[in-house]
């Protein structure tokens, strides 16, 4: 059976006419994950071995410093303010994820030891390594080419436009390489960090985000005639599957040579799951601030909770393919326990609208509070 037919919530077979958006929700972002997970398989079924990434890494080798942004600019210069502010918000988004894994995926190739039975991980990690340059170098021409910014303020703009639910995540990732990748750590580490940075980081949080906005319309390259932008991020998609591969081959490999791997890795599932429980709730009892500023980024019927449950699903799937079963049943469990929390009496998920005031004021208070509160 899929995995995400096992996931199915309990809620979305809950009777009653109360029931229909949730019902509705759950089973799309059940479609959307497997769907993804579909056109993923089509293209990474046949990488079993890191010597297969690095071939795969090879075929697909594409030019990010020379995609045509000249249409992009114009199309830009066109667009309402609105409209420029919701590119922004994308921008701000891929821009602060793709520096920061930029910045720590040279210590992780450089952390693994140098012995012969690592070379080839190491090999396919170099390839990664050249990708998130890459990748972040694209990002900084978009800021000057396109958005009109000096690569000097390119961060300090992303930040400024970036969800900051997303920039708590960030905060917890650095904290966690930080720990991970310190001197003298043991190789035991060194798996642990591949698996935050590319499972947890790389594809619950970051391919999450592609999905859900391809899904809700928000896919504002084509909308706003971007086509540059799309060509980029199209590619960008690719590398990052080939990249969640990558950590799940290093995952198995963790798994079948360390005692306690497999307690090790459910504990950091549990603690990504504790602040994604901590996160969610935090988030509704915002008086809609959060729901708002997530449904700016993501389009409508994304509010805190359709955002946790496709994270924790997106979790389930992987974990479901490196045998960690209880990590399963344990997102089920969480899923249905916030779906009935944080669903009201008639089964309708409790979203409000904040006040006009506090959606001026809410977001700098927040952040002036210290926005990793949300995550405490």
Known sequence: MDVTARLHSDAADAPGNGRAKIARLLREIDALIADD???DRQISGGWRTFSDIVAAAHTHTWDAYNVDLSRDAESFRRLSRRRQDAVRRVFGTIYRA????DDWMDRIVAALPREPDYDSMRAALMTQEHDERMHRGSLLRVATEVL?????????MARKYNNFVAEILFDRFEDEMRHLLRPNRPIEDVFTAIFIYGVV???VVANSDVVIRRAKGNALYDAFDLPGMKEGQTHVRRDEGRHVRIAVL????FLEEFDGAAERLLAISTDYMDLADRMVRRAKASRGL??????ESYGPDVDSLYYYVMNMKRLAVRLDELGLREGVFEVKRRVDAAIAELSGADGEPIVETPSRLLRIVGPKVLKLAGASRLAS
């Not at 009109?148 to 300090?156: I, K, L, M």
């Not at 290093?250 to 490999?253: D, L």
């Not at 959060?290 to 449904?295: M, P, Q, S, V």
């Open 37 to 39: 997970e579909a056109a």
């Open 98 to 101: 793709e520096s920061i894994v």
């Open 148 to 156: 009109g910014v000096e690569a000097a303020d390119a961060d300090r």
């Open 201 to 203: 980081s790389e594809d």
């Open 250 to 253: 290093a995952t198995h490999r």
């Open 290 to 295: 959060i729901d708002a500023h997530l449904a």
